[in-house]
Nanobody, 125 residues
Framework: QVQLVESGGGLVQAGGSLRLSCAAS????????MGWFRQAPGKEREFVAA????????YYADSVKERFTISRDNAKNTVYLQMNSLKPEDTAVYYC??????????????????WGQGTQVTVSS
Protein backbone atom coordinates (compact mmCIF):
# COMPACT_ATOMS: atom_id res chain seq x y z
CA GLN A 1 0.00 0.00 0.00
CA VAL A 2 1.41 3.37 -1.05
CA GLN A 3 0.75 6.29 1.26
CA LEU A 4 0.99 9.76 -0.26
CA VAL A 5 1.34 12.98 1.70
CA GLU A 6 1.05 16.36 -0.02
CA SER A 7 2.50 19.59 1.28
CA GLY A 8 3.28 23.09 0.09
CA GLY A 9 -0.19 24.51 -0.34
CA GLY A 10 -1.18 27.92 0.97
CA LEU A 11 -2.44 31.38 0.17
CA VAL A 12 -0.76 33.35 -2.61
CA GLN A 13 -1.60 36.44 -4.64
CA ALA A 14 -2.42 36.19 -8.32
CA GLY A 15 0.78 36.04 -10.35
CA GLY A 16 2.66 34.32 -7.56
CA SER A 17 4.17 30.86 -7.30
CA LEU A 18 3.92 27.78 -5.13
CA ARG A 19 5.60 24.40 -5.20
CA LEU A 20 3.64 21.38 -4.07
CA SER A 21 5.33 18.20 -2.92
CA CYS A 22 3.95 14.70 -2.60
CA ALA A 23 6.01 12.22 -0.61
CA ALA A 24 5.40 8.49 -0.96
CA SER A 25 5.96 5.97 1.79
CA UNK A 26 6.71 3.00 -0.41
CA UNK A 27 9.96 2.10 -2.16
CA UNK A 28 7.91 0.97 -5.17
CA UNK A 29 7.29 4.67 -5.88
CA UNK A 30 9.58 4.55 -8.92
CA UNK A 31 7.30 1.99 -10.58
CA UNK A 32 4.30 4.30 -10.63
CA UNK A 33 3.24 7.07 -12.89
CA MET A 34 2.34 10.08 -10.75
CA GLY A 35 -0.27 12.73 -11.29
CA TRP A 36 -1.78 15.85 -9.83
CA PHE A 37 -5.51 16.53 -9.80
CA ARG A 38 -7.50 19.35 -8.27
CA GLN A 39 -11.01 19.98 -7.09
CA ALA A 40 -12.56 23.39 -6.60
CA PRO A 41 -15.67 23.88 -4.44
CA GLY A 42 -18.77 22.72 -6.26
CA LYS A 43 -16.80 21.32 -9.18
CA GLU A 44 -15.68 17.92 -10.36
CA ARG A 45 -12.14 16.78 -9.77
CA GLU A 46 -9.99 17.63 -12.79
CA PHE A 47 -6.68 16.46 -14.14
CA VAL A 48 -3.73 18.83 -13.85
CA ALA A 49 -0.52 16.99 -14.81
CA ALA A 50 1.08 13.57 -15.00
CA UNK A 51 4.61 12.19 -15.17
CA UNK A 52 5.83 8.75 -16.14
CA UNK A 53 7.61 6.45 -13.72
CA UNK A 54 11.04 7.39 -15.07
CA UNK A 55 10.20 11.07 -15.35
CA UNK A 56 10.88 11.00 -19.08
CA UNK A 57 7.33 11.86 -20.13
CA UNK A 58 4.98 14.52 -18.87
CA TYR A 59 1.50 15.67 -19.81
CA TYR A 60 -0.50 18.73 -18.81
CA ALA A 61 -4.02 20.02 -18.89
CA ASP A 62 -4.36 22.90 -21.34
CA SER A 63 -5.37 25.23 -18.51
CA VAL A 64 -1.98 24.90 -16.79
CA LYS A 65 0.35 24.32 -19.72
CA GLU A 66 3.29 26.75 -19.77
CA ARG A 67 2.58 27.72 -16.14
CA PHE A 68 2.92 24.47 -14.16
CA THR A 69 5.76 21.94 -14.20
CA ILE A 70 5.59 18.42 -12.82
CA SER A 71 8.79 16.64 -11.83
CA ARG A 72 9.89 13.77 -9.63
CA ASP A 73 12.86 12.60 -7.63
CA ASN A 74 12.74 8.82 -7.37
CA ALA A 75 15.64 8.79 -4.89
CA LYS A 76 13.46 10.84 -2.52
CA ASN A 77 10.15 9.13 -3.40
CA THR A 78 8.71 12.56 -4.12
CA VAL A 79 6.81 14.22 -6.95
CA TYR A 80 6.57 18.01 -7.30
CA LEU A 81 4.28 20.50 -8.94
CA GLN A 82 5.83 23.90 -9.56
CA MET A 83 3.03 26.40 -10.13
CA ASN A 84 3.87 29.81 -11.58
CA SER A 85 1.72 32.73 -12.72
CA LEU A 86 -1.08 31.54 -10.49
CA LYS A 87 -4.62 32.71 -11.19
CA PRO A 88 -7.68 32.84 -8.91
CA GLU A 89 -9.20 30.02 -10.96
CA ASP A 90 -6.34 27.77 -9.82
CA THR A 91 -7.85 27.83 -6.32
CA ALA A 92 -8.64 24.24 -5.34
CA VAL A 93 -7.61 21.31 -3.22
CA TYR A 94 -4.74 19.60 -5.00
CA TYR A 95 -4.32 15.83 -4.80
CA CYS A 96 -1.48 13.64 -5.94
CA UNK A 97 -2.10 10.17 -7.29
CA UNK A 98 -0.02 7.07 -8.00
CA UNK A 99 -1.20 4.92 -10.89
CA UNK A 100 -0.45 3.95 -14.46
CA UNK A 101 0.88 6.97 -16.35
CA UNK A 102 -1.37 6.21 -19.29
CA UNK A 103 -4.45 6.11 -17.07
CA UNK A 104 -3.48 9.33 -15.32
CA UNK A 105 -2.91 11.30 -18.51
CA UNK A 106 -6.36 10.44 -19.79
CA UNK A 107 -7.81 11.39 -16.38
CA UNK A 108 -9.14 7.89 -15.87
CA UNK A 109 -7.49 6.49 -12.76
CA UNK A 110 -7.75 2.76 -12.24
CA UNK A 111 -9.44 1.09 -9.30
CA UNK A 112 -6.03 0.52 -7.76
CA UNK A 113 -5.03 4.21 -7.78
CA UNK A 114 -3.55 5.66 -4.61
CA TRP A 115 -4.54 9.17 -3.52
CA GLY A 116 -3.06 11.65 -1.12
CA GLN A 117 -5.17 13.58 1.39
CA GLY A 118 -4.95 16.86 -0.53
CA THR A 119 -3.49 20.29 0.08
CA GLN A 120 -5.37 23.59 -0.26
CA VAL A 121 -4.18 26.20 -2.72
CA THR A 122 -5.88 29.59 -2.58
CA VAL A 123 -5.04 32.34 -5.06
CA SER A 124 -6.31 35.80 -4.21
CA SER A 125 -7.02 38.43 -6.85
Amino acid sequence: QVQLVESGGGLVQAGGSLRLSCAASDRTFSKYGMGWFRQAPGKEREFVAAISSSGGSTYYADSVKERFTISRDNAKNTVYLQMNSLKPEDTAVYYCAADSYLRLRIASPSQSVYWGQGTQVTVSS
